[in-house]
Nanobody
Framework: QVRLVESGGGLVQAGGSLRLSCTTS????????MAWFRQGSGKEREFVGA????????YYADSVKGRFTISRDNAKNTVYLQMNSLKPEDTAVYYC?????????????????????WGQGTQVTVSA
């Protein structure tokens, strides 16, 4: 079983920034790609972005492209989500998850039902 713990959420004004972190217990972190999803109140969980094992390939949702950046530190078993120019519509609980590197294809990584393990989530609230 893989344990994931997100942190870094909070309340921020529109236009502000936050950096989320997700630390995993996976023994071979570098065997996994990492992905971020979010779920707004009353909405379905949606894909935000993903990063492959070495950080050289990334996918982003169109809604966050150019504003959000994913990075990872394999020595710390941690993935980050830097969120800039935040908008009220970014308000959601943000979750991280992981998948096997061999499955790092956009059509696969964007589907939330393909993942088994999730963190508890961290709330991001952006005020207008």
């Amino acid at each position: 079983q893989v344990r994931l713990v997100e942190s870094g959420g909070g309340l921020v004004q529109a236009g502000g920034s936050l950096r989320l972190s997700c630390t995993t217990s996976a023994r071979t972190f570098s065997n996994y790609y990492m992905a971020w999803f979010r779920q707004g109140s009353g909405k379905e969980r949606e894909f935000v972005g993903a990063i492959n094992w070495d950080g050289n390939s990334l996918y982003y949702a169109d809604s966050v492209k150019g504003r959000f950046t994913i990075s990872r530190d394999n020595a710390k078993n941690t993935v980050y989500l830097q969120m800039n120019s935040l908008k009220p519509e970014d308000t959601a609980v943000y979750y991280c998850t992981s998948g096997l590197t061999s499955n790092f294809v956009r059509a696969v990584v964007v589907i939330p039902t393909r993942y088994t393990y999730w963190g508890q989530g961290t709330q991001v609230t952006v005020s207008a």
